[in-house]
């Protein structure tokens, strides 16, 4: 037992001990540069806390929380669920350390599993790829939402239909895609700006909901317990209401998918993903806490239609309300960006290694932008597809994107259990959690194996078509097309992320 620590401490000193150059890192896992790195430390942080984008998070589900938990969960579970997730990206951050590449989660699985390598990695990349075009999806509806929800406000005559919802959603998706057909420069300033967006716009919001009411909840309000689920056990109301702080919590692979377009990714990457975390937690924390001290008639609020915007109407007035909610819109919009980039990276790294139809045509690069434009343009159209029954049922719409969350969670637990199960035979990068590398995994696995039991229970009572949680059958039914198309044909061309050749080979491929 002694000597396997003392091996894996003698790995971890190496690791520390030699920071290969980005290119040769990339050379040493088979692959030729062809992206161009133009991502900082600080560009790389800022996409994962983009998609992760606390005010998009925090508005769209506050009012699910006011109904399962109440402001004792809001706050508490923001809390707790917080330090959860950010154990899962520290594990993430290690295994992303050893593995910088576009290809991120499917990549790492197919080399830290001892067997069936192809298997581990076809199986993380499809749940991957469906999460991230399930969030750009539900991004861009929950802005289109609130966009409408801003029209109806300034024009009272104006009453939204789902397929307006449909065409705008569809509009803000074409056009977050010609944004990232462009260079790479041009995503990075945007996620720059989005930052201080976020940032600016949470002092705006949180101070106007500190200064402007005329009344405030008392301290001991934070204690308030409701469960308006329809579920007679209040326990169970409130194991759903951490839900509220799980989907705010997503897309921080993103981090890890921008490594091959990241400067010093060995490390820049896995503090892009914990840095995320951190500063959304923290800063999710009081906005959460100057939302909740702002209720005022509580019952009012909770059966708003947008509750959050409820809060800001009665305690700020109209006229300000609206100005804050444009904030708010704004969020969405980078966060849909920034979903959206990170999900071109996952096509592009996983049509490089043949795992999608047509493989050849998604990863190819345009020589002008250096981006990977026709990756970009099947995310946009993938997207799309899954906006398009919105047209006809909300209920079609979120049954179809609800295996977003869930499939992403699934996907970031793999690599972790197999990094796990490596042992020491796990070699880190140079940015590595030494000892509590494997406390610390497992809590990561355990925690993602609970929450996503409670994303696919029902979160609201009488059961009907419209409440019944979707989330079971649409990731049974990604499961099986993903397994019926492994046995067909995909076990036998399939065998994992391929290797382009030796280190000089492949560096020899690299696009100038």
Not at 243 to 269: C, I, K, N, P, Y
Not at 307 to 320: A, F
Not at 353 to 372: E, F, I, K, N, Q
């Amino acid at each position: 037992m002694s000597e396997r620590m003392s091996t894996s401490r003698a790995r971890a000193r190496a690791a520390d001990a030699v920071v290969l150059d980005d290119d040769a890192t990339l050379h040493a896992m088979g692959y030729p540069r062809k992206l161009t790195r133009r991502f900082k430390a600080f560009d790389n942080f800022a996409i994962s806390f983009t998609i992760i984008n606390i005010l998009s998070g925090i508005f769209s589900s506050f009012g699910f929380g006011m109904n399962a938990g109440g402001p004792r969960i809001l706050v508490f579970g923001w809390i707790g669920v917080s330090v959860m997730v950010l154990l899962i990206g520290a594990a993430m951050a290690e295994v992303a350390s050893a593995y910088p590449t576009s290809g991120a989660l499917y990549f790492s699985a197919g080399k830290l599993a001892k067997r069936h390598k192809g298997a581990w990695s076809w199986f993380t990349g499809w749940l991957n790829f469906v999460g991230q075009i399930g969030g750009t999806a539900a991004t861009g509806y929950a802005a289109a939402t609130f966009i409408q929800v801003f029209v109806e406000l300034q024009w009272p005559s104006y009453h939204p239909t789902a397929h307006q919802t449909v065409l705008i959603t569809a509009l803000i998706i074409v056009l977050q895609g010609l944004a990232n057909t462009f260079t790479v420069q041009l995503v990075a300033l945007l996620n720059r700006i989005s930052v201080w967006w976020l940032l600016i716009g949470l002092v705006v919001i949180v101070g106007a909901l500190i200064v402007m009411p005329d009344h405030h909840q008392s301290a001991s309000f934070v204690t308030h317990f409701e469960n308006n689920t329809g579920f007679t056990s209040g326990l169970y109301g409130g194991m759903l209401g951490l839900l509220v702080t799980s989907w705010t919590f997503t897309g921080f692979d993103g981090s890890f998918h921008m490594s091959e377009e990241t400067v010093q990714a060995t490390v820049s990457a896995p503090k892009g993903i914990t840095r995320a975390i951190g500063c959304s937690a923290i800063a999710g924390l009081v906005l959460m806490l100057a939302l909740v001290y702002s209720i005022g008639d509580y019952a009012k609020v909770a059966g708003a239609a947008a509750p959050p915007i409820q809060i800001l109407i009665d305690g700020l007035g109209l006229r300000t309300a609206k100005v804050l909610l444009l904030i708010v819109i704004g969020a969405m919009l980078f966060c849909g960006l920034a979903n959206l980039t990170s999900n071109t990276r996952q096509i592009f790294a996983f049509s490089r290694d043949g795992a999608m139809p047509g493989s050849r045509w998604w990863h190819s690069v345009s020589l002008r932008t250096r981006t990977p434009v026709k990756a970009v343009w099947l995310a946009v159209g993938c997207s799309l597809a899954l906006v398009v029954p919105g047209w006809w049922s909300h209920t079609a719409f979120t049954a179809i994107v609800s295996v977003n969350v869930v499939g992403l969670f699934l996907a970031y637990a793999v690599p972790i259990f197999l990094r796990l199960r490596l042992g020491d035979s796990f070699q880190p990068g140079p940015w590595h959690l030494g000892r509590w590398g494997r406390p610390i995994g497992w809590l990561a696995v355990v925690w993602i194996l609970l929450s996503s039991v409670l994303f696919m229970l029902p979160q609201a009572s009488p059961i009907t078509v419209d409440s019944f949680n979707y989330a079971p059958i649409a990731l049974a039914v990604v499961l099986l097309i993903a397994t019926v198309w492994w046995f067909a044909t995909a076990r036998r061309r399939f065998q994992g992320p391929v290797s382009y050749g030796r280190p000089d080979e492949v560096a020899a491929m690299d696009l100038v």
